[in-house]
């Protein structure tokens, strides 16, 4: 937790959502509309509230960018906190409630590292759905614990609304309940919702809905590797076991639900992951789910019921299941001394690069949009959610192209090289455009991650600095190996 804190506050970008959602942040505290357009250059597809709460934040003295990564980092360890209590409610045990604890905290510090302490409002909307979880699991259904569950989970959907495991369970743990729990429940969840859209749609503007719902492409290669990589791989022991525990949790009513939960996160997940832009948030329910089950099959072995009570037992699969983390943790990014010492440089080097931006008057296009918003850039393109609406058909590459082609961008920022976009099957940006890039524009800096290009006859500005480039190679290798992680549109 260490890195993951420090880098929160430091001045650096952590992956490219984070702009996004500074800069809506910034639209929503100046009372603009977030869904005036069903298909834009500057697509909102989350709920408002998310925004509104940064906002108010920064209203009391933080920093947008600081706000939504203090929220990260608190509502991490909230989470974390609800499974262990989650897992006290079902066994009035507090050691497996804080094993599940600690097991939680170390899955997302290990698989979804760049997540803690990163403005995304994912983890803000998941404590909401622990919450009616943990509402829903500590009595019977009754009709007013009924309309608190349902309460918690519209207030999740309305900062993030991918996140359907959660109500998903406790509807079919319903139907085994009765057809008149059923009713209930969707007859709450259904006014509860609509009262939400309306208040997003009389807020934000008359497209809520068909910006939430923009369509994207899919690939089943996609979903089958990743799923792979993010969702089994780093907990694969911990997956079997707790695929065994929910075969036999089915039939115990107290623990139903749960099992339930991680069956249908592990559908949901596995099969959202295929869709572009979507990366190891899809698989935070069952990193949530497996949490929980994983305590309560230690508090068996501990109790005896699996292993005859022998120390060993205890020891063994405690150590098995942490040390299960292992192979993830080496194959994967550096964590301790080595990032932490990396920081002040690339601090500097972020730096640097919205000192060049700045430099150089007039608008731009980011695919960093966190370096445009630093540079006091103003916010035309969302490069992701455009490049996938012109590839649906939604837009016209056409206007960008031909700004472009007279040079009326002042800067135009990539994250890797024009040469290497043009040779990837699957470019963040616009492909069109980079053939025009390439005749109207000319690399002004070039650092590792983030190319900027100027205008080649463009007015005379400040003196450009001497063209660096850094590792460049052994950067656009990884680039290409990234699983196109732009998260927000899931």
């Known amino acids: ?90 066994n009035r045990d507090y050691r497996s409630a804080l094993f599940s604890c600690l097991f939680c905290s170390a899955v997302f510090c290990i698989a979804a590292n760049d997540y803690i302490g990163y403005d995304d409002p994912q983890i803000f909307a998941q404590v909401f759905f622990l919450c009616g979880f943990l509402v829903y699991i500590s009595g019977p259904p009754r009709f007013s614990r009924l309309a608190v569950t349902a309460l918690m989970f519209v207030l999740g959907g309305s900062i993030k609304h991918n996140l359907v495991e959660f109500p998903l369970a406790v509807l079919v743990d319903l139907a085994f309940v009765g057809r008149k729990k059923v009713l209930q429940y969707l007859s709450i969840s259904a006014a509860l919702l609509g009262a939400s859209i309306y208040i997003n749609t009389i807020v934000g503007g008359p497209f809520f809905v068909s910006d939430i719902l923009t369509p994207r492409s899919y690939s089943f290669k996609k979903a089958l590797l990743q799923f792979m990589e993010y969702g089994f791989g780093p907990v694969s022991l911990a997956m079997m076991a707790a695929l065994i525990w929910s ?18 996160a592990l559908v949901v997940g596995s099969v959202s992951g295929g869709g572009i832009g979507v990366w190891v948030n899809s698989y935070f ?20 019921q699996i292993g005859n009570g022998r120390a060993w037992a205890a020891l063994g699969v405690t150590l098995a299941l942490l040390l299960s983390f292992l192979p993830v943790w080496a194959a994967g990014p550096p ?16 730096n640097s690069e919205v000192s060049f931006l700045r430099a150089h008057p007039g608008p731009a296009f980011c695919e960093s949009l966190l370096r445009c918003y630093e540079a006091g850039k103003p916010y035309e393109y969302d490069p992701f959610n455009s490049a996938n609406l012109v590839k649906l058909g939604k837009l016209d590459a056409a206007t960008l192209v031909d700004r472009l082609s007279r040079g009326e961008l002042a800067v135009v920022q990539l994250c890797c090289s024009i040469d290497f976009l043009k040779k990837d099957d699957d470019p963040f940006i616009i492909p069109q455009t980079l053939s025009v890039l390439q005749t109207s524009y000319e690399l002004g800096l070039a650092h590792e991650g983030c190319y900027i290009y100027v205008p080649k006859n463009g007015p005379a500005g400040p003196a450009r600095p001497a063209r660096r480039i850094v590792n460049r190679p052994s950067w656009e290798a990884r680039y290409r190996s990234l699983p196109k992680m732009r998260a927000h549109p899931a």
Request: with cysteine; aromatic share 14%; charged share 15%.
């Open 1 to 90: 937790m260490v890195y993951p804190v420090l880098r929160a506050f430091s001045f650096l970008e952590v992956s490219y959502n984070e702009g996004w959602n500074v800069y809506n942040a910034v639209a929503a505290d100046h009372h603009l509309p977030l869904y005036s357009q069903e298909y834009g250059w500057t697509t909102v597809n989350y709920p408002a509230l998310s925004f509104y709460v940064v906002a108010w934040l920064h209203r009391i003295g933080l920093g947008y960018l600081t706000a939504g990564r203090i929220l990260s980092l608190v509502c991490h360890a909230v989470s974390c906190m609800l499974v262990g209590i989650v897992v006290w409610r079902l």
């Open 247 to 264: 075969v036999g949790s089915l039939k115990d009513k107290r623990l139903r639900v749960l099992a339930i939960l991680f069956l249908v």
């Open 285 to 304: 329910d069952i990193y949530l789910s497996l949490s929980m089950i994983v305590g309560l099959i230690m508090h068996r072995v501990w109790r005896g």
């Open 335 to 350: 964590l301790f001394r080595k990032a932490i010492s990396s920081l002040a440089e690339k601090q500097g080097q972020f």
